[in-house]
């Protein structure tokens, strides 16, 4: 069993969302034989959705994972709820918020990887109350959902770089007075 699976699994049935686990379970109890002891662990659990969450989180910090993998397996299904019309903006971003908050605190979580989806929810917010535009929102909403690009704050603010002025130009305009 890869333990991005579990992690994908465990964050997802956090946050409530049942996204193919009876199936990929199923797949395991069919395919071993005999049965590893994770795969005997979570047929106990059965129906209790803490216990399975817990199991998978031990399984998941006995050794290391790709997280990047989970993070875009994530976000693609995501984009796929989105484009099936099976969630909207507001849905998808306040589910991505509960994620995030799942693996962690922004402090102790990746934030280049988890960060864009516990920014969206906040922005989303911004963009309802008139704050930043809906096309600034919708920009970066779409460039992360659709090609994982991070939430750029600079974008979302319409922040531009600042012109370098040299020391020559300061002493010009203290003349000009």
């Known amino acids: 069993m890869k333990r991005e699976d579990a992690f994908y699994h465990k964050i997802m049935l956090m946050t409530g969302i049942n996204d193919g686990y ?13 049965l590893s002891n994770i795969v005997l662990e979570l047929a106990y659990c059965e129906s209790d959705i803490n216990k399975t969450i817990s199991v998978l989180h031990n399984f998941c910090m006995e050794q290391p994972f790709d997280e990047e993998t989970v993070c875009d397996r994530v976000r693609t299904f995501f984009k796929n709820a989105y484009y099936a019309n099976r969630m909207g903006k507001g849905e998808i971003v306040s589910t991505m918020y509960r994620l995030a908050l799942n693996v962690g605190d922004p402090g102790d979580f990746d934030i280049h990887l988890w960060g864009s989806m516990y920014y969206l929810d906040a922005y989303y917010s911004l963009a309802k109350d008139g704050v930043i535009s809906w096309e600034r929102f919708d920009s970066s909403f779409f460039s992360y959902l659709d ?15 600042k012109e370098k002025v040299s020391f020559v130009d300061i002493i010009k305009r203290i003349l000009k007075g």
Do not use: F, M, Q
């Open 22 to 34: 009876d199936e990929w379970l199923n797949n395991y109890l069919n395919a071993e034989n005999p």
């Open 147 to 161: 090609n994982g690009i991070p939430v750029d704050s600079n974008r979302i603010w319409d922040h531009k770089p």
